[in-house]
């Protein structure tokens, strides 16, 4: 992959954060997209988000796909782990890392192309298995680095650049991840950082199966009048349900609160979220009224963004393998391999 290192340089009087780090300690590379390209606000908010959290970058695992989207990992959290997968296949490698390490934060990073077709069954499997993972599809609604074919989540009579409709249904990924058994599900925009960082923060204090689609225009091939997924139309047609606050760890926990007002949920590493309603009718904790909210807004051409589900008490993967706490890196042979003997007692009792 062709690159452009950043310079490393920076002003000493820059604030750093708890660990010890600037905001710029959690940039990558210079990034190779289009001048525009939705995709870059995204690796903004993820370097925003890591460094309000003060989350030491050598804490994060960051994987992703093929496309233009799967290649953004490159141009943030330069100090951190990363791995670049084949086409659609990010989330069987996440799930292979995080089994042998649970130690380390997860960040996902993929594509509509990448999670919707060649990945798809790859993204329900490690949304049902209750990855603890932060989900995130830069949703272009188009192939953007192989030049602009409809993906799958494009919507039906949307056109492309050259005036082709999509005859096509489309596919939504929210509606998937909500119906898979996600715990955490938010729909966001490129163009909207108030929104996008603390949604991708929440995400991070998770403990689950996180997924957050953001619509990210591309603005090469996917940003003309008829597209559902250009900057205009996103900002014409955005029904935020919610505005959510972050909040560092705190003693107190509230549970259940006024329709229409402030909800505070504690998530599993003790952040709280603070969800300020837009909707009095909108349950963000019921994956069923959510679906249908999203359904009946979709219908009418609207696009439903903000933090549209979130199960408080969840448990992961590891939770139901009942694996063993110590990564795989820090236990000696002995431990690794338990001997002919267990084997053998193993193997009898499964013959
Ligand atoms: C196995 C395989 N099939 C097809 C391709 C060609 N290919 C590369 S990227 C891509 C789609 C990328 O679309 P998306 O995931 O939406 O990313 P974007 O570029 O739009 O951000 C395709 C089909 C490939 N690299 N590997
Ligand atoms: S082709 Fe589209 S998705 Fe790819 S970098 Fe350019 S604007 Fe972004
Ligand atoms: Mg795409």
């Not at 929104?195 to 591309?218: E, M, N």
């Not at 979709?298 to 008490?313: H, I, N, S």
Request: hydrophobic content about 35%.
């Amino acid at each position: 992959m062709t690159y452009l290192a950043k310079p490393r340089l920076h002003h000493p009087s820059l604030t750093v954060n708890k660990v010890g780090y600037t905001r710029r300690d959690y940039e990558g590379k210079i990034s190779t997209l289009c001048a525009g390209c939705g995709h870059d606000s995204i690796s903004a908010a993820i370097i925003q988000a890591c460094w309000e959290l003060d989350i030491a970058p050598h804490r994060v695992a960051k994987l992703s796909g093929i496309g233009c989207s799967s290649k953004t990992p490159d141009y943030f959290l330069g100090a951190s782990h990363g791995f670049n997968t084949v086409h659609g296949r990010m989330p069987s490698v996440l799930t292979g890392a995080n089994l042998a390490n649970r130690d380390l934060l997860y960040l996902g990073v993929s594509g509509d192309g990448d999670s919707a077709s060649i990945g798809l069954g790859q993204f329900a499997h490690a949304m049902r298995r209750g990855v603890n993972m932060v989900y995130i599809v830069e949703n272009n609604g188009v192939y953007g680095l192989t030049k602009g074919q409809f993906s799958a989540t494009a919507d039906q009579g949307s056109k492309s650049k050259k005036g082709v409709v999509n005859s096509d249904s489309s596919l939504d990924l929210v509606a998937m991840a909500l119906q898979l058994g996600a715990t955490y599900v938010a729909r966001s925009f490129s163009g909207d950082k108030a929104q996008l960082v603390p949604l991708i923060k929440g995400a991070i204090g998770h403990g689950g199966a996180a997924f957050v689609d953001v619509i990210s225009p591309c603005v090469a091939f996917n940003n003309h009048a008829g597209s559902t997924k250009s900057y205009d139309y996103v900002r014409e047609h955005n029904e935020a349900v919610s505005r959510i606050d972050f909040i560092s760890p705190r003693d107190e926990i509230t549970a259940v609160y006024e329709p229409g007002e402030v909800i505070e949920v504690q998530q599993h590493d003790g952040v709280s979220l603070r969800l300020r309603k837009l909707h009095a009718d909108y349950d963000p904790t019921n994956r069923y009224t959510a679906l249908n909210y999203m359904n009946t807004h979709q219908a009418r051409g609207e696009v439903v963004t903000g933090l549209l589900y979130l199960d408080p008490l969840v448990t992961d993967m590891h939770v139901a393998l009942n694996t063993s706490e110590t990564p795989l890196n820090s236990m000696g042979a002995g431990q690794l391999c338990p001997g002919s003997k267990t084997l053998d007692k193993l193997n009898a009792s499964l013959r």
